[in-house]
């Protein structure tokens, strides 16, 4: 069967500091990844979605990248953080099916940024 | 853009069956209609999709329109762990990002 696991589960980064969350996925191969971030009280916004290795399409601008190093590995990046990237941040991913894409999430990550 | 439309809140009885509406008017033939709900500070759990025909699983039916352009979510017997907020959404199949909406926050009532 199919998981998906994120870390860290929380964590409390000063500001100007680096971030690095990191997803990985196992069961399937050539997943589609995601990278949502949901601000306190708020809906689900996309950030980044990769369809392969090395291809990554950015949703909004902002101080944050993704990298796809490997096929089930997806890792957010900041080099300097700032107080509006606080939030509750979900990596998922989905098979891309003919019959449907449903998305599988991860256990989401917690960061606030002091 | 999330191409559907949902009440922001809603309450039901426990015990009694929950109707969740979205309309996504836009829809097009190829997307398919999906829910998924999140319990606080959770990520978001699959509950159930359908493309044209009425679906139904263990865990809730989904009534689709025959236009497409509106569907509802039925939890046939609701229960206090039924308390979250549900995700309409509509996306196609293959390579696609899917984008989510505020949903509905549905509180079930003792």
């Known amino acids: 069967s199919q998981t998906i696991h994120q870390w860290p589960a929380t964590l409390v980064q000063p500001v100007g500091s680096p971030l690095s969350l990191e997803c990985t996925v196992e069961?399937?191969?050539?997943?589609?990844l995601y990278w949502y971030r949901q601000a306190a009280g708020r809906g689900l916004q996309l950030l980044f979605y990769?369809?392969?290795?090395?291809?990554i399409s950015s949703e909004v601008p902002q101080n944050l990248s993704a990298s796809r190093p490997q096929d089930r590995q997806f890792i957010l990046s900041s080099k300097k953080l700032l107080l509006s990237d606080s939030g509750f941040y979900l990596c998922?991913?989905?098979?891309?099916?003919?019959?449907?894409?449903?998305?599988?999430f991860g256990e989401g990550s917690w960061l606030t940024v002091v | 853009d999330a191409k559907t439309t949902q009440p922001p809140s809603m309450d039901c009885a426990e015990g009694r069956a929950a109707n969740l509406p979205c309309n996504h008017s836009t829809i097009s033939g190829n997307e398919y209609v999906y829910w998924y709900r999140q319990i606080h500070s959770q990520g978001p759990q699959y509950i159930i999709h359908?493309?044209?025909n009425n679906e139904t699983n263990e865990m809730a039916s989904l009534i689709i329109t025959e236009d497409r352009k509106s569907s509802t979510l039925i939890l046939p017997h609701a229960t206090l762990r039924d308390t979250a907020v549900y995700y309409c959404i509509v996306s196609p199949s293959g390579n696609e990002k899917l984008t989510f909406g505020t949903g509905t926050r549905l509180t079930i009532i003792p």
């Open positions: 069961g399937t191969s050539n997943p589609n």
């Open positions: 359908g493309l044209k």
């Open positions: 990769s369809v392969g290795i090395g291809q």
């Open positions: 998922a991913w989905s098979n891309g099916g003919l019959s449907g894409n449903t998305i599988y």
